[in-house]
């Protein structure tokens, strides 16, 4: 069994480098390609075209292997510690208003959407846990979580990361992924105590990561950059390429459902900023940017699906639909903000 568990982690790391590589050269991002390399492997093709050839390398790994547990959350961890150290708070008093305004649109009135809406969508998406308040809050979050790492790539693609825009999206982005996660661990804490050790751990992580970066230690700064390459080329791959092991398009996903909850997530994460914008009048060319930039799930959202599906707070088809809209509403996000880039009609320091 040691061999097989070897083997089959080369094969996802093999898997997840190859197709990184090759989305990232058709321009979009590398993580959709490590996920996708995951969906090659697992039971939506491999366990359809050659199902021996799957159930040997990946059942056992994935339902007994102890290497399957530490892999998925040392991915997550290492990542969450990245981003950490890659975010950027800048809260200058000349912007409180615009954050402010953001976190409200982004991420408050969302939340509590979610908590108004989770038990529409609960009798199909709910976990064999069957617990109607970590659904709720991890329902909730799904839709005001924002991707720090993403929206920074974006950001950094387009030349605009050092604009106040770019600025004021980030910082409300971090301070809405140190919400959820501190909301997320303390509601699973008081839910079942087994929990609350592995989510307190990505909170750690998280502020681990910023504290490192604002305190400006030389030696810290260097031991993460070595070990940052390290992550991001081989346990952050397997982790996403594990995710995408995970999903089961053939037998575990529901087409309807999947754009019901893509479409209301995106209406409700654009019309919040909008509407919270407007009413305290920015700059009507502007807002929509803010609104859709903040609209773009990426990690954070693959990984808040990953802990539910891990813990059995949401099912299968649940978690390949908040995979999928996290992968999407990141990519609406680059293709509007490329193409406001190039229509050169915002300037991104003015609001």
């Known amino acids: ?9 080369a094969a996802l790391l093999l898997f997840a480098t190859v197709f990184g590589a090759l989305f990232k050269k058709l321009g979009l991002p590398m993580v959709v390609g490590q996920i996708f390399g995951g969906v090659l492997l ?4 491999l366990g359809t ?3 021996q050839a799957h159930q040997f390398l990946f059942d056992f790994f994935v339902q ?21 150290f890659g975010m950027k708070l800048v809260l200058e008093k000349k912007d409180l208003k615009l954050i402010s305004c953001l976190f409200l649109g982004s991420d408050i009135l969302p939340f509590l959407a979610g908590i108004a809406l989770f038990g529409f969508f609960m009798p199909g998406a709910v976990g064999t846990a069957q617990n109607a308040l ?12 924002t991707s720090v790492p993403v929206i920074s790539k974006i950001f950094l693609d387009l030349k605009i990361l050092n604009t106040r825009f770019a600025g004021a999206i980030l910082t409300t982005s971090t301070l809405e992924d140190i919400v959820a996660w501190v909301l997320l661990s ?22 681990a990561g910023i504290a490192l970066k604002k305190s400006g230690i030389t030696l810290v ?35 309807g459902r999947f754009l019901i909850y893509f479409f209301l997530s995106m209406f409700i994460a654009i019309a919040s900023v909008v509407l919270v914008m407007f009413v305290f009048k920015f700059k009507k060319d502007i807002i929509t940017s803010y609104a859709i930039s903040t609209s773009a799930k990426g990690g954070p959202g693959i990984v808040l699906a990953m802990i539910g599906l891990e813990y059995q707070i949401i099912n299968l088809e649940f978690f390949t639909t908040l995979v999928l809209s996290s992968i999407l509403s990141s990519l609406v ?3 509007y903000l490329k193409h406001k880039v190039k229509q050169n009609h915002i300037n991104f320091d003015e609001f």
């Not at 530490?70 to 510690?81: E, K, P, Q, R, T």
């Not at 970590?134 to 979580?145: C, E, H, M, P």
């Open 186 to 207: 303390v509601v699973m804490g008081i839910s079942s105590g087994n929990h609350i050790s592995t989510t307190v751990l990505i909170v750690f992580a998280l502020v």
């Open 221 to 255: 700064d260097r031991a993460v950059k070595k070990m940052e390459p390290i992550a991001l080329s081989t346990f952050i791959p397997i982790y996403f390429a594990l995710v995408g092991l995970r999903i089961d398009l053939l037998h575990a996903f529901d087409i």
């Open 64 to 84: 007994h292997s102890r290497v399957f547990g530490i892999l998925n959350w040392l991915g997550v961890i290492l990542l969450v510690f990245i981003s950490g």
């Open 49 to 51: 075209i050659a199902p």
């Open 134 to 145: 970590t659904f709720a809050v991890l329902f909730a979050i799904s839709l005001s979580v």
């Open 42 to 45: 697992g039971p939506t093709v």
């Open 1 to 9: 069994m040691i061999a097989t568990t070897f083997l089959a982690i």
């Open 333 to 335: 996000a680059g293709l």
